[in-house]
């Protein structure tokens, strides 16, 4: 079946502009998350949701970050008035609903190369 | 807090050795832990997950480990061959936190 898919796979804007990241999870999987990978950096966790439940916005790095889902499908990762430290990899993934086996493994998209300018 | 180390950062080994992958964590409170490789300009590809209840886990070539109580989970692979050189992640999610930690990884070349 199909993956995780993202678009665009590359997004290239200027300073200030706002960007939409898509994404489009595994069909059943009720879990979605978006990470962001720097440049020689780690990959940090933004945002998941579950569900009907509320979204865990912990990770978001600032207010001009936000995400939707609409029900148990696509995503949109929306960040508003862009900067250069946005400037990054941002990975979708999906998974089946935690179970209390532990077994609620994450399955990743492509990604989109995002660079402000 | 969770944090994940991965070392060495690089690693490069001759074609057809075994070799191990290491990964340590601070929190042992973990509910699974997954390894990834991710090859330049692509996503993460999932290799095997390890349930907290459980201490292994294999796939072909890959044998994974846990061990909760020192905080530390290694990723062998047997019989490299070239097509294993990529990045590997190791990263863990915890009880009441569904949000996967990342190590920095190890970027592991296999020399023909």
């Known amino acids: 079946g199909a993956g995780v898919s993202q678009s665009p796979s590359n997004k290239v804007t200027e300073k200030g502009k706002d960007v939409e990241l898509r994404c489009d999870p595994i069909?059943?999987?009720?879990?979605l998350y978006w990470y962001r990978q720097r440049l020689g950096q780690g990959l940090e966790f933004l945002i998941y949701?579950?569900?009907?439940?509320?979204?865990?916005k912990s990770g978001l790095p600032s207010d001009r970050f936000s995400a939707e889902r609409t029900g148990e499908s696509v995503s949109t990762l929306t960040i508003q008035r862009t900067q250069q430290e946005d400037s990054a990899v941002y990975l979708c993934?999906?998974?089946?609903?935690?179970?209390?086996?532990?077994?609620?493994?994450?399955?990743f998209g492509p990604g989109t190369r995002l660079t402000v300018l | 807090k969770q944090e994940v180390t991965q070392i060495p950062a690089a690693l490069s080994v001759p074609e057809g050795e075994n070799l191990v992958l290491n990964c340590s964590f601070t929190?042992?409170?973990?509910?699974?832990l997954q390894w990834f490789r991710q090859d330049p300009g692509k996503g993460l590809t999932s290799l095997l997950l390890?349930?907290?209840?459980?201490r292994e886990q294999t796939s072909g070539r890959l044998n994974a480990s846990l061990d909760k109580s020192s905080g530390r989970s290694t990723l062998y692979i047997a019989a490299s061959q070239p097509g294993d050189s990529a990045t590997y992640l190791c990263?863990?999610?915890?009880?009441?936190?569904?949000?996967?930690?990342f190590g920095t990884g190890t970027r592991l070349t296999i020399i023909p």
């Open positions: 993934a999906s998974s089946l609903a935690r179970t209390s086996g532990g077994d609620n493994e994450q399955f």
């Open positions: 069909s059943g999987h009720t879990a």
């Open positions: 929190d042992s409170a973990i509910y699974n």
């Open positions: 390890i349930q907290s209840s459980q």
């Open positions: 949701f579950q569900g009907n439940s509320a979204p865990d």
């Open positions: 990263a863990a999610t915890n009880f009441g936190n569904e949000k996967l930690t």
